[in-house]
Nanobody, 124 residues
């Protein structure tokens, strides 16, 4: 199982980025796939998650609700995180992670597989 993130970069506050998580050797519809972030000196936190294994379930961190949207494309075997109205506090390394569950854990511990991460920097 392998995950690879892409789409990070430098953006001004108020701007948008779309992160992509490409999955290899498993299908995203059989796993919960989450996005996590970690800023320097801070703990890793769950940003969003989607699980389509049994129905569709979502999780969003309170501070990103209304700004971020998670989605999946089973044909491309990818999960996306559309991030709008970005703020400097959103700056972090963003990781995608996967676990074979039909619901979305809000914390990192249950997730078995992790990508290497992609840097998101939001300037003020």
């Amino acid at each position: 199982v392998k995950l690879v993130e892409s789409g990070g970069g430098l953006v001004q506050a108020g701007g948008s980025l779309r992160l992509s998580c490409s999955a290899f050797e498993f299908t995203v519809d059989e796993y919960a796939v989450g996005w996590f972030r970690q800023a320097p000196g801070k703990e890793r936190e769950g940003v969003s998650c989607i699980s389509t294994r049994v129905g569709t379930k979502y999780y969003y961190l309170d501070s990103v609700k209304g700004r971020f949207v998670i989605s999946s494309d089973e044909d491309k075997n990818q999960v996306y995180l559309q991030m709008n109205n970005l703020k400097p506090d959103d700056s972090a390394i963003y990781y995608c992670a996967a676990v074979p569950m039909s619901w979305c854990p809000e914390v990192a511990t249950p997730f078995d597989y992790w990508g290497p991460g992609t840097q998101v920097t939001v300037s003020s």
